[in-house]
C-alpha cells in the first residue's frame, strides 16, 4: 500500500511569510507525528496526534508553529511569520496506536526561508 | 530528560568489511525501544533495527546487529560485510513504552562505503 506521503517536496518563502506544508499518513494509522530536521542535525520532536486525544505539542518551539489533524487523517502543520532559523526538513510519521509499533516516515519538505 | 548521544559524525570501511557505530542514551526509565535508522540521500527514514530494553537477547537483521548494554546505557550498530547500498546518515533512537511516542534521535553518523 501506500507510504507517508507530503507535500511540498520543497519549499522556498520570504522571511515573514505564512507556509503550510502537509502530511497524508497510511491509511488506518492513528498516531501522527511531526518531526523537524535541521541541517547536519538528528531529528527533534514537535508534535504528536493519537486518534481523538489532544495533541502532544510540547516540541513545538513557538506560537508561530501549529499544527491540525482533520478527521483523523491528514495532518498541516502551519509556520506562520517565518524566519530563517526555521529552514528544515519537516518530516511526517505515522503508526498504528500503541508504543510497541513501528514509525513510518514519509519523505519529507524541505523549506527554505529566504 | 532522555538524550541520545552519537560519538562518531562520520564514519568510513572498505566494502565487504565490517563497521560499528556508537550509541549511548541516558534515562531514568527501565522499560523502552531503541532503534537504528538509515536516511539515504532521498530523505526518507527507514527502520533498520529495534530493540526491547527488557530482552537480553541482542537483535539481528540479516547483516545488521546491535551490542546492547543496558547497565552501560550503550546500543552500537554493527553492520557486516559492507556494500555500497549501505552508505548513508544513520541515526539512533529512544522511545519509552508507556506515555509519550515521540522517538528523542541522536545527531547522526554519516557513513561512507569504500569501493
Redesign the interface.
Known amino acids: 500500500g501506500a507510504g507517508v506521503s507530503q507535500s511540498p517536496s520543497n519549499k522556498v518563502t520570504e522571511k515573514g511569510k505564512d507556509v503550510e506544508l502537509r502530511c497524508d499518513p497510511i491509511s488506518g494509522h492513528t ?1 501522527l ?1 511531526w ?1 523537524r530536521q535541521s541541517l ?6 514537535l508534535i ?1 496526534f ?1 486518534g481523538n486525544s489532544a495533541p ?1 505539542k ?2 513545538l518551539p513557538s506560537d508561530r508553529f501549529s499544527a491540525e489533524r482533520t478527521g483523523g487523517s491528514v495532518s498541516t502543520l502551519t509556520i506562520q511569520r517565518t524566519q530563517q532559523e526555521d529552514s528544515a ?1 519537516y ?1 511526517c ?1 505515522s ?1 498504528l496506536a500503541g ?2 509499533y ?2 513510518y ?4 519538505t ?1 523549506l527554505t526561508v529566504t | 530528560a532522555q538524550t ?1 548521544t ?1 560519538s562518531q559524525p562520520e564514519m568510513s570501511v572498505q566494502e565487504a568489511e565490517t563497521v560499528t557505530l556508537s550509541c549511548t542514551y541516558d534515562t531514568s526509565e527501565s522499560d523502552y ?1 531503541l532503534f537504528w535508522y538509515k536516511q539515504p540521500p ?6 533498520v533495527i ?1 530493540q526491547e530494553a527488557y530482552k537480553q537477547q541482542n537483535a539481528t537483521e540479516n547483516r545488521f546487529s546491535v551490542n546492547f548494554q543496558k547497565a552501560a546505557k550503550s546500543f552500537s550498530l554493527k553492520i557486516s560485510d559492507s556494500q555500497l547500498g549501505d552508505a548513508a546518515m544513520y ?1 539512533c ?1 529512544y ?4 506515555g ?9 553518523t554519516r557513513l561512507t562505503i569504500n569501493p
Open positions: 498516531a507525528y518531526y547536519g542535525q538528528g531529528l527533534e520532536f504528536y493519537q502532544d510540547s516540541g526538513v518530516l510519521a503508526s508504543g510497541s513501528e514509525q516516515f514519509g519523505p519529507g524541505r | 541520545v552519537q525501544y532521498s530523505r526518507q527514514m527507514i527502520l529495534r541515526f533512537a522511545r519509552i513504552i508507556q509519550a511516542q515521540k522517538l528523542v534521535f541522536g545527531q547522526g
